[in-house]
């Protein structure tokens, strides 16, 4: 059998991540592939240095997309840092901040646990403790924007308290990148993570990281080499560091970063304050139509993330059906639950290029109608009136 060439349908997307992706992407990327050396593609890295440093809020010389998902962000933050017999402070209250401890017990590290119900933000006064109880902890890691729940933490607040202690931060920005404020130097930050596919609206891929004058000396001053090489940053900036000459470290992913300067530059010309606040207004008008069908948030308002509303599903209803219908019948994907809450809830992302009133309409209408295929009693009518209302408000 001859396989033939892939054409995906084209989706909406409105899960955790991949949002979807803007046109204007897609066609950056379809761009001739230059060499990774040539000086026109440097110039274009000085670029999205700059855009970086734009998106994060900071001046640091170390920012740069790592040529791998947000998960190798992730990796590349504690493997660069962290060394055996180190104690970390890890806040976990969803699936990521999991990932965190497992990253930190395989470099060989303690990592000691500060748990919040899934659903809640990182509590302060318990790190608060936990930094008093482990004054020698390097490192306070925690998740800003916890995509399996939807729950936003108070990342200035933890920082202070961080700094307080005189112990780094760690801090997962994957879906906050983009979605709602981050202040990387003016919340002291030091070694932050995000991802290409949630509030930039890339494809998945590149994790933009930073880091601080403070990491980078706790890098400079470590006791062992960094056990991976890949991600090593000594050896990375001799490709992505600004005052020398680059040479080669990897082949960088040429057309995966056009898309990413090109994702970078509409984020420039639209603002941080303009994303954050459209981010805010169709999660308004999205929330009023959810809350119209009968569907109540996991979150409390005050901690909610307006790009990840995770809601509870319905007594009675068919989960996996639900989303089924939504697939087939409008071509629009949502996220299901993970882990302990699979099953339980539906993740609806607002991210990036998603979060327009397109489709929080087109999300209304299926999911009304997705429910009232397995209970008349749903109606997306009220759903689209109360959204609309909102919209007008
Ligand atoms: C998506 C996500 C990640 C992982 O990113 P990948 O690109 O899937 O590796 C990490 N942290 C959070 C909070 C995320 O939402």
């Not at 026109?40 to 994060?56: C, N, T």
């Not at 960088?252 to 207004?281: K, M, S, T, V």
């Not at 939504?326 to 992302?349: D, S, Y």
């Amino acid at each position: 059998m001859k396989i033939q060439p892939f054409l995906p349908p084209k989706r909406t997307l409105m899960g955790p991540g991949p949002s979807d992706v803007s046109p204007r992407i897609l066609e950056a990327m379809a761009r001739p592939t230059i060499g990774h050396l040539d000086p026109l593609f440097v110039q274009m890295m000085d670029e999205m240095k700059q855009l970086l440093q734009y998106a994060f809020q900071t001046q640091s010389e170390l920012t740069m997309p790592v040529s791998a998902p947000g998960s190798a962000g992730m990796e590349t933050c504690f493997v660069n840092l962290i060394e055996a017999g180190d104690q970390v402070i890890v806040c976990s209250n969803g699936v990521f901040g999991g990932r965190m401890k497992e990253n930190v017990t395989r470099v060989g590290a303690e990592a000691i646990m500060i748990e919040d119900e899934w659903g809640q933000p990182v509590d302060p006064n318990k790190v608060e403790s936990a930094l008093k109880k482990y004054p020698n902890a390097k490192a306070l890691a925690f998740v800003h924007a916890e995509t399996s729940t939807g729950a936003r933490s108070d990342a200035k607040a933890l920082a202070q308290l961080a700094q307080a202690h005189h112990t780094l931060t760690i801090v997962d920005t994957v879906t906050s990148l983009g979605g709602i404020e981050i202040d990387v130097d003016g919340w002291g930050l030091d070694a932050v993570y995000s991802g290409s596919q949630k509030c930039l609206s890339c494809t998945p891929g590149l994790s933009p990281i930073t880091f601080s004058e403070r990491a980078q000396h706790t890098l400079q001053n470590r006791k062992s080499p960094v056990q991976s090489w890949f991600l090593d940053l000594n050896l990375v900036m001799g490709y992505w560091g600004s005052n020398q000459k680059r040479s080669y470290h990897h082949t960088a992913p040429i057309n995966a970063l056009y898309g990413l300067h090109e994702a970078l530059c509409i984020l420039q010309e639209e603002g941080l304050q303009a994303a954050w606040q459209r981010h805010n207004h169709h999660h308004q008008a999205l929330r009023a139509g959810l809350e119209a069908l009968g569907l109540s948030f996991v979150v409390a308002p005050e901690y909610r993330l307006p790009q990840l509303n995770a809601v509870k599903i319905p007594d009675g209803i068919d989960d996996a059906k639900v989303r089924q219908h939504l697939l087939e019948q409008a071509g629009l994907e949502i996220g299901a639950g993970l882990g302990p809450m699979a099953g339980q809830i539906w993740r609806i992302g607002l991210m990036g290029h998603s979060a327009q009133e397109a489709n929080v309409k087109l999300c209304l209408q299926a999911l009304g109608d997705a429910l009232g295929a397995q209970n008349p009693d749903f109606s997306s009518t009220v759903a689209l009136t109360a959204a609309n209302a909102q919209y007008e408000s």
